[in-house]
């Protein structure tokens, strides 16, 4: 699942921080709802979390829907099967070392030895370019291997 399923709830809880639009917000959900021509609402319309219907502003059904779906694909406990794998494209330079160290940390446990073909299964459960993520996180030091290969694991290095 992209995480596009995912943006209009993060919108309104963006949008919540702001004590305006709390209040403006208050009036979508509360007991009666709001006239629609209020220019504060508009935010809420734009990102789909509200709706105008019969000159007022109502809570959108479709939002809170596709909200709950979205976030129970994501907690639930195949919610690692729902995301796409990682994409050195996708990364900024300087989210490059923090994302292998934290990829490998979570396929290797600590005191734990992996064969590479088992370190390459393991990975390729998270990204897309398996070699370069192992290489990466041996030559940043968060994993070691033996001479030949072989075998990986975890060092104490924390990056």
Do not use: C, K
């Amino acid at each position: 699942m992209s995480d596009s399923a995912l943006r209009p709830l993060r919108s309104l809880v963006a949008m919540l921080r702001n004590p305006q639009l709390r209040a403006a917000f208050a009036q979508v959900v509360g007991s009666s709802p709001s006239d629609s021509d209020d220019a504060r609402l508009d935010a809420f319309v734009r990102s789909g979390i509200a709706e105008r219907a019969e000159g007022r502003m109502l809570l959108s059904a479709t939002f809170l829907d596709a909200s709950l779906a979205a976030l129970d694909a994501q907690l639930g406990p195949l919610a690692v099967l729902q995301g796409q794998r990682i994409s050195i494209g996708d990364l900024a330079s300087d989210e490059l070392d923090a994302t292998v160290a934290a990829v490998a940390r979570r396929v290797v446990s600590a005191g734990e030895r992996v064969s590479e073909t088992a370190l390459n299964e393991r990975l390729s459960m998270f990204v897309s370019d398996v070699a370069f993520f192992r290489r990466h996180a041996v030559d940043n030091g968060v994993l070691e291997r033996t001479a030949d290969g072989a075998l990986y694991w975890l060092t104490g290095h924390a990056v």
